[in-house]
């Protein structure tokens, strides 16, 4: 990933295509995009998983993550010198490729934009982090979100 010029520090950023997308030195944001293709299955799920988890430290501080059939939610903090549309683009680029090579197929497998949220306060990092928590168990996936094979938490 190439690493970019950090945004100036407290400095708001706003960008628009479909969505709008808020961005702040620091922030840590809870972060959900969408497949586009046929759903995940569960080989599928944990490659997604496993390659989010590849770039903490290196790229952001990874909070937790939960890859489901048709979605992916991640909590992260992108490293000073790194924006956050440059990690969404390339962890969904690495993974559709890998994805492809696996399906023997070409095409898009992410819907093209992502929903980004910047997390304002140790309360609502809480509620993401309990969101994605319990996403599988609400998607009726599994009744032990700690046995559900998407999930990762960070625990420290």
């Given at each position: 990933m190439r690493r970019r010029q950090a945004l100036p520090p407290d400095q708001l950023h706003i960008t628009r295509r479909h969505l709008p997308h808020w961005t702040m030195a620091g922030a840590t944001y809870f972060v959900t995009f969408r497949l586009c293709?046929?759903?995940?299955?569960t080989a599928e799920i944990i490659l997604v998983r496993d390659h989010i988890r590849s770039g903490d430290p290196a790229y952001y501080d990874?909070?937790?993550?939960?890859?489901?059939?048709?979605h992916v939610h991640m909590l992260l903090k992108p490293r000073t010198e790194i924006l956050l549309r440059r990690i969404t683009k390339a962890i969904k680029g690495v993974t559709a490729r890998r994805l492809n090579r696996r399906r023997r197929r070409r095409g898009s497998i992410w819907q093209e934009e992502s929903f980004d949220r910047i997390?304002?306060?140790q309360k609502e990092f809480d509620e993401k982090l309990n969101y994605i928590?319990?996403?599988?168990?609400?998607?009726?996936?599994?009744?032990?979100?700690?046995?559900?094979?998407?999930?990762?938490?960070?625990?420290?």
């Amino acid at each position: 990933m190439r690493r970019r010029q950090a945004l100036p520090p407290d400095q708001l950023h706003i960008t628009r295509r479909h969505l709008p997308h808020w961005t702040m030195a620091g922030a840590t944001y809870f972060v959900t995009f969408r497949l586009c293709s046929t759903p995940l299955d569960t080989a599928e799920i944990i490659l997604v998983r496993d390659h989010i988890r590849s770039g903490d430290p290196a790229y952001y501080d990874l909070s937790a993550a939960s890859v489901l059939p048709n979605h992916v939610h991640m909590l992260l903090k992108p490293r000073t010198e790194i924006l956050l549309r440059r990690i969404t683009k390339a962890i969904k680029g690495v993974t559709a490729r890998r994805l492809n090579r696996r399906r023997r197929r070409r095409g898009s497998i992410w819907q093209e934009e992502s929903f980004d949220r910047i997390v304002r306060d140790q309360k609502e990092f809480d509620e993401k982090l309990n969101y994605i928590l319990l996403n599988d168990v609400r998607a009726g996936l599994t009744d032990d979100p700690w046995n559900y094979p998407g999930l990762y938490i960070k625990r420290e």
